[in-house]
């Protein structure tokens, strides 16, 4: 358990920011393939963006809302996601840049 903050920074504008309890959250690194081009260079490219999936956030919280900072202790995050959305199962996924 701990709590979430989502914040909107937008340019000429106030920090619009709010917080929110969860029950549990899991921080997943980024997937990366090796593949080796013709001249023998090794190149990395990423197949699966990080995230952080949180879950338990009260129904009240909309993914669609504009945030575009998360920040999270228990994940040690300050982060601008790139996409947030809702899960089936009910989980937030925050994908991050």
Known sequence: MGIIRVEARYIGHEVEAASFAYKSVNFQDAEYRMTMGANGDAMRSQIKPACLRVKGLPADFNPQAGWTHVECEAAFLGW????????PDGVIRFTLG
Do not use: D, R
């Open 80 to 87: 601008a996601p790139t996409h947030i959305a809702q899960e």
